[in-house]
Every structure is written in structure tokens, then in C-alpha cells.
């Protein structure tokens, strides 16, 4: 059964929580997980990247010179690829990269990210994780106490104290308990849950 430390907010351990076998226990599937970080990438991707097609190009209307006598090769117009000017072969031209992961596929990466961090001990839990004022500095001396550099911050709830605390440290993500990011749980150095965000993970996603 894994395990994970309890924390309160001036940073001291003050126990220990049992995780769910089901959700925090089971063989990471790193080619799961790959993919579907793959497809968090491909889905930001904004394919607004356009370049002219000869087509496109201004000018070239004129053939440049006669056919043929004149020593040099065949040339048709001043904006075909070769020239300086012309326009690009093949070129790229807006488009959708997003596409669509099954569902199980993108619960069995959640599950497979959750269960690595937790078997490398990087699973932090917090008893009630909680600010009393927008406050960067008493955000960052918490993290700093339970050593969360790079972290997702894990709330029951959308706190806009804690968000807002947060959202100036570089490094530091929050989120809430239903919408996990696979890419962030990766990308990330530890995770800060609040214990009653835990039992909203391991209740939806078990």
C-alpha cells in the first residue's frame, strides 16, 4: 500500500496517510503516458504558421525571357521556387493538429503518472491547505518547508487565494481535483494535494 507524508502549513510533518492501491499503486505505462503528453502538445499547438505558394507571390506574370537561343535554362517566371523571391514548395499553410485520446487510455496515464510520483515519494499531502490572505511570499515558505520546488498545487476547489498566491512562482501549477493534467504531473518535481482534494482523486478516478 503506498504511502505519503501529511503536512500542515508551517511545513511540519504531523503524519502519515495510507494512498489508494487503485489509484496511487499501480505499474506506471510509460508508453500510455507518453502519448497522451504527446497529445497535450499537439493540442496546444495553435497551426497558425502560412507561407506563399508560387501562386501567391506578387509578380512573375511575364515569361522572363524567349524559350529558347538564349544560352540560359528554360524559365517560365521570375517567382517559381529557384528564384529569389519565389514563392515555397510545399508550403506550410494554417491547419488542426488536435486530435483525440480514448478515455481509458487518458485515465490509465493519469493513473500510471500519480502511481510513479507517489512510488518516488514525491506525493505531498497538506491537512487543509489554506491561506488566510493573497499572500506570493507565505505561499512560497510553504513550499519551500515541505521542499516543493518545480509542483502542482492540488485544491479541492477552485481557491482564488491560493491561485493567486501561486501564480507568480515560476515552476508552480495549481489545479483542482477533477481536472488533473497528465503533462503537469510529469513536468512537475512534486505534488502538494490537499487531503480532501485526495479524497476527491481517489474517489473519481479509483
Known amino acids: 500500500m503506498p504511502k505519503a507524508n501529511v503536512f500542515n502549513m508551517a511545513g511540519q510533518q504531523v503524519g502519515e496517510i495510507e494512498l489508494s492501491e ?3 499503486g499501480i505499474e506506471p505505462n510509460q508508453t500510455v503516458v507518453h502519448e ?18 508560387r501562386a501567391e507571390v506578387s509578380g512573375g506574370g511575364k515569361k522572363p525571357w524567349r524559350q529558347k537561343g538564349t544560352g540560359h535554362a528554360r524559365q517560365g517566371s521570375t517567382r517559381a521556387p ?3 523571391h519565389g514563392g515555397i514548395v510545399f508550403a506550410p499553410k494554417p491547419r488542426d493538429y488536435s486530435y483525440t485520446l480514448n478515455k481509458k487510455v487518458k ?3 493519469l493513473k500510471s503518472a500519480l502511481s510513479a510520483k507517489a512510488a518516488s515519494g514525491d506525493v505531498v499531502v497538506v491537512d487543509g491547505l489554506k491561506l488566510e490572505s493573497i499572500k506570493t511570499k507565505t505561499m512560497q515558505e510553504f513550499l519551500n518547508a515541505v521542499e516543493a520546488g518545480k509542483s502542482v498545487v492540488i485544491t479541492p476547489e477552485t481557491d482564488e487565494i491560493v491561485v493567486k498566491s501561486a501564480r507568480n512562482i515560476p515552476g508552480v501549477v495549481t489545479t483542482t481535483a ?3 493534467s497528465v503533462y503537469d504531473i510529469v513536468n512537475a518535481k512534486r505534488l502538494v494535494i490537499d487531503k480532501a482534494a485526495l479524497a476527491i482523486i481517489e474517489e473519481v478516478f479509483a
Not at 38 to 51: D, E, F, I, K
Request: charged share 15%.
Open 178 to 180: 477533477k481536472i488533473l
Open 107 to 109: 485515465r490509465l496515464a
Open 22 to 24: 487503485a489509484v496511487f
Open 36 to 53: 497522451v503528453v504527446r497529445n497535450h502538445l499537439a493540442n496546444c499547438r495553435q497551426g497558425t504558421q502560412s507561407a506563399l505558394t
Open 82 to 84: 529557384q528564384w529569389t
